[in-house]
């Protein structure tokens, strides 16, 4: 069993920056790769970022490319990721993902963020 817990998101102005942490806990070593995905309302989930644990290896969704970075400590189970020129649409339920082998996934519990124009 893997353990996720998301911090800092908030409400941030068009063009601010956030910074979300995703801290994991449990069988981390079985960990394969971490993201993030979001969900803003009445929309479907949707993949934003993910870091792949064996050679932090990152593929970030073109819609926030150049945008958000994600980044990991490792020495903490921990994930990141910062998120600069916010824009309205950015505005969603942000969602931290691992991946452990045989392809299962955990999920944390989500954070809140909202862009105000």
């Known amino acids: 069993q893997v353990q996720l817990v998301e911090s800092g998101g908030g409400l941030v102005q068009a063009g601010g920056s956030l910074r979300l942490s995703c801290a994991a806990s449990?069988?981390?070593?079985?960990?394969?790769?971490m993201g993030w995905f979001r969900q803003a309302p009445g929309k479907e989930r949707e993949f934003v970022a993910r870091i792949r644990r064996g050679d932090d290896n990152t593929d970030v969704a073109d819609s926030v490319k150049g945008r958000f970075t994600m980044s990991r400590d490792s020495a903490k189970d921990t994930v990141y990721l910062q998120m600069n020129s916010l824009k309205p649409e950015d505005t969603a339920v942000y969602y931290c993902?691992?991946?452990?082998?045989?392809?299962?996934?955990?999920w944390g519990q989500g954070t809140q963020v909202t862009v105000s124009s």
């Open positions: 449990g069988r981390t070593f079985t960990i394969f790769s």
């Open positions: 993902n691992a991946v452990v082998g045989g392809a299962v996934d955990y």
